[in-house]
């Protein structure tokens, strides 16, 4: 037989990676950080609930993981409370501000190909830079669920962690490397970003043997030792505000201190999805990605659940799947072909007490550290809200003074009737809702535990054209999907990022399991003792 000279498909990696899940009745943290988790677990040992838990792992993870979330970002938190068939929803969403300009961002007659395939802005000013920030609500969200679905606890004592963790700093190990190297060409270019994360000018680098060291993010340890001692309210009215406004005005952006003044978190009803047999989905609503997973889910109900996920089963979801964002986007002025693997963003966490409430939040400063500015004052990474808006004036999603953008979370609860059996969720941006509705499906539909849905081969759908799916999905599945048009077969890796990162927990005989994203390294499920 002649040598082949062709060169098999590259391997980003040569391992099998698993991630063990947690069980336990005391209650549960899944985090995309460990050290997150930690913080919302050490509050359920201290007697908190599932609320004032993941208002703990928010927090914290504003210094673990800033890459992802943070205090200038936004979010929504599905609040689930034990033996209520109906969760209810904490929406701290994005909102343009009130100055917002459409003739701030002069289009080049170009398209851009980040995490959305809107017309290029000159300069990329609704990418980064001051005149990307949405209003940053995630502090009103957070104090807003502590406040209303909490046990009591002040958020004094819940900002106690985070504000320990954020005095310890962030950890110099490889994955912050990673990460910090995808954003180095533009986190250069703004000053107090550039000290805080590129030092002599280069991301910061592990030692090559022993532990990491850690790095703090500028003044943000005392902006959280601020919120501690004058209340949530002083990053929109008090000195924290002022600061936040002072800075941003120096810049030359939109957010005001009147912005500030008027951000609230608003609650409303969850939006009930029926799945089948008596289950009912509990999601966001509104311009987030649940009308879309209710659509989903309706039209995947037509369809017999084999025994297990198969090659028919797939083809349809893709199917459906392409059906559902040709709906969503239409009309919003969104390119029909989604863009390529960018940098994943956004974060999610899900809580369970021993109780049995559940929440599933999801927030978010958008792009892999967001604006990629760091204010001086506060230390506070800002969001790039304002990408979420299509920069075509006239449009249904275009720049607006006040405007709501159509968004990707979707953290959901399951319900059988009688109160929360399961909170889920993931980050990932489009990819997020593929992810959510099969680990739904391989959950509820296929009866596979935690840890088999965590690692079970998934596709992504992120637009009306194409999917792509795991190489590690049976041969007949890669076929039948590639019968269907465009398919792109992909590694699921650190890095490129082909697949959200969802995490869950569902209630069990003997308590609850819970398991975050396989693949993210820092992630995990930690039970309360």
Avoid at 73 to 88: L, T
Avoid at 188 to 194: D, I, R, V
Avoid at 278 to 297: K, N, Y
Avoid at 347 to 371: P, Q, R, W
Wanted: hydrophobic fraction near 45%.
């Amino acid at each position: 037989m002649p040598i082949s000279c062709t060169p098999p498909p590259f391997t980003t990696q040569h391992w099998q990676v698993t991630k063990p899940a947690a069980r336990g009745a005391r209650g549960i943290v899944a985090s995309q950080s460990r050290a997150a988790a930690e913080a919302g677990v050490a509050v359920l040992e201290a007697g908190g609930n599932a609320a004032d838990a993941a208002v703990a792992t928010a927090f914290a993870l504003a210094s673990m993981e800033p890459w992802n979330s943070g205090l200038g970002g936004i979010g929504f938190a599905v609040v689930h409370k034990a033996g209520s068939p109906n969760a209810e929803l904490v929406d701290f969403g994005p909102v343009a501000p009130a100055a917002s300009n459409p003739a701030d961002y002069p289009m080049t007659g170009r398209m851009k190909q980040d995490l959305f395939a809107w017309p290029e802005v000159e300069g990329d000013r609704n990418i980064h830079g001051p005149l990307s920030f949405a209003i940053p609500s995630s502090v009103a969200g957070y104090a807003t669920l502590a406040e209303r679905f909490g046990s009591g606890i002040p958020l004094a004592e819940l900002l106690g962690p985070a504000i320990a963790l954020a005095r310890r700093g962030l950890a110099q190990d490889w994955y912050t490397t990673l990460k910090v190297a995808n954003s180095a060409k533009v986190l250069k270019l703004y000053p107090e970003s550039a000290r805080i994360y590129l030092p002599d000018g280069l991301p910061p680098v592990a030692p090559y043997q022993g532990a990491p060291g850690f790095f703090t993010q500028g003044r943000l340890p005392e902006t959280l030792e601020r919120l501690r001692d004058a209340g949530w309210r002083d990053f929109y009215e008090g000195e924290i505000a002022a600061s936040i406004a002072a800075d941003v005005k120096a810049m030359g952006g939109r957010l005001s201190a009147a912005d500030l003044r008027d951000c609230q978190a608003r609650i409303r009803p969850a939006l009930s999805i029926p799945w089948r047999d008596g289950i009912t989905l509990q999601g966001a609503g509104g311009l987030t990605a649940a009308p879309t997973l209710a659509r989903v889910v309706e039209e995947m109900a037509r369809f017999d659940a084999p025994l297990r996920p198969d090659a028919a089963w797939f083809s349809a979801l893709a199917r459906t799947m392409r059906n559902a964002y040709a709906e969503r986007l239409e009309g919003l002025g969104a390119a029909s072909t989604p863009p390529e693997p960018s940098e994943t963003c956004t974060t999610h966490l899900t809580v369970v007490d021993a109780a049995g409430n559940m929440v599933a939040m999801t927030t978010t400063l958008l792009s892999s550290m967001g604006s990629r500015v760091v204010l001086p004052g506060t230390g506070v990474l800002m969001n790039n809200g304002m990408m979420w808006f299509d920069p075509q004036p006239g449009s249904a999603n275009a720049i607006r003074p006040g405007a709501r953008p159509l968004c990707n979370m979707c953290p959901v609860t399951v319900s059988d009737g009688k109160g929360p059996v399961m909170a889920l969720g993931a980050s990932g941006g489009r990819r997020i809702l593929a992810s959510v509705y099969q680990m739904l499906a391989f959950s509820l539909d296929f009866g596979m535990d935690p840890v088999a849905a965590a690692h079970h081969p998934r596709i992504d759908v992120s637009g009306p054209e194409g999917a792509t799916a795991d190489r590690r999905l049976p041969a007949d599945v890669l076929a039948a999907l590639e019968a269907q048009g465009r398919l792109a077969v992909v590694e699921h890796a650190v890095l490129p990022v082909n697949f959200a990162c969802p995490n869950l927990i569902r209630k069990e005989a003997e308590g609850f399991a819970g398991i975050s994203d396989v693949m993210t390294p820092w992630s995990a499920a930690i039970a309360a003792h």
